[in-house]
C-alpha cells in the first residue's frame, strides 16, 4: 500500500508558471524525498528533507514539509518544458531503513 | 563515478519462463534496492540487500528473488512468470550504512519487462 498520497494526480501549465504538488503521509517519518520520472524511465533524486526541516531549497525547486498535518508541497518555479516528468514523494518505510514507500505521483505537463 | 547500471533494458518473456535481471551499484555502495512500478500499482519496494544479506523484503510471492554477490552487484530472480509481472523494475544504490541513518539513493534506469 502507499505511505504517500499526492495531489493532484496530473497537473498541466503553460512553461513560465508555477507548478504546485502536494504529498500527504500517515505515518511519522525522519525524512521526505521527491523524485522525478521521465517517461518510464529512472528516478531522479531531486531533494530531501528531514523532519525537523520545514522548507528546503534547491535550484528552482522550493519543499515544505508539515510534520503536524503530515503533508509535503513540492514547488517549481518558473517552469520549463523539460520539467514535464511524474513527480513522486517517498518516505522511508521504517526509520534508518532504505525500503522508500512512493506515493502514487503526479503527472506534470509543460506547455509551451 | 558511473551510475547505476540494470541489464538488460528491455525483455519480452512469456509465461511460465523465469527471468534474471542485474544490477551495478554505484562504486563503493553497499546496499541495494529492488522496486517494481506498474501503472496499477505504482512503485513498490520488493526487496534490499546490504554485505550479501537480505535486509527487507516486500510483500511479493515467493517466486520473486534476489542475490547479491561479494562485489556489491545484484541480481533479481523472477520464476513462473505471470502477465501480471510485466512491469518497469527498478534498482537503487546506496551507502546502506545502519544506525538509523538514511542514505540517499540513487536509482538506475530500469529494466522493461514484458510478459506474454
Known amino acids: 500500500s502507499q505511505q504517500g498520497e499526492e495531489d493532484p494526480q496530473a497537473l498541466s501549465i503553460q512553461e513560465g508558471e508555477n507548478a504546485t504538488m502536494n504529498c500527504s503521509y500517515k505515518?511519522?517519518?525522519?525524512?521526505l524525498q521527491w523524485y522525478r520520472q521521465n517517461s518510464g524511465r529512472g528516478l531522479v533524486h531531486l531533494i530531501l528533507i528531514r523532519s525537523n526541516e520545514r522548507e528546503k531549497h534547491s535550484g528552482r525547486l522550493r519543499v515544505t514539509l508539515d510534520t503536524s498535518k503530515k503533508s509535503s508541497s513540492l514547488l517549481i518555479t518558473a517552469s520549463r518544458a523539460a520539467d514535464t516528468a511524474s513527480y513522486f514523494c517517498a518516505t522511508p518505510a521504517v526509520q534508518g531503513a532504505q525500503k522508500l514507500v512512493f506515493g502514487q505521483g503526479t503527472r506534470l505537463t509543460i506547455n509551451p | 563515478k558511473a551510475g547505476v547500471t540494470q541489464t538488460p533494458r528491455y525483455l519480452i518473456k512469456t509465461r511460465g519462463q523465469q527471468v534474471t535481471l542485474s544490477c551495478s551499484p554505484i562504486s563503493g555502495h553497499r546496499s541495494v534496492s529492488w522496486y517494481q512500478q506498474t501503472p496499477g500499482q505504482g512503485l513498490q519496494f520488493l526487496f534490499e540487500?546490504?554485505?550479501?544479506?537480505?535486509?527487507n523484503k516486500g510483500n511479493f510471492p515467493g517466486r520473486f528473488s534476489g542475490r547479491q554477490f561479494s562485489n556489491s552487484r545484484s541480481e533479481m530472480n523472477v520464476s513462473t512468470l505471470e502477465l501480471g509481472d510485466s512491469a518497469l523494475y527498478l534498482c537503487?544504490?546506496?551507502?546502506?550504512?545502519?544506525?538509523?541513518?538514511?542514505?540517499?539513493?540513487?536509482f538506475g534506469p530500469g529494466t522493461r519487462l514484458t510478459v506474454l
Open positions: 537503487a544504490s546506496s551507502l546502506g550504512a545502519s544506525g538509523g541513518f538514511y542514505n540517499e539513493q540513487f
Open positions: 540487500y546490504f554485505s550479501e544479506t537480505q535486509r
Open positions: 505515518t511519522s517519518i525522519n525524512n
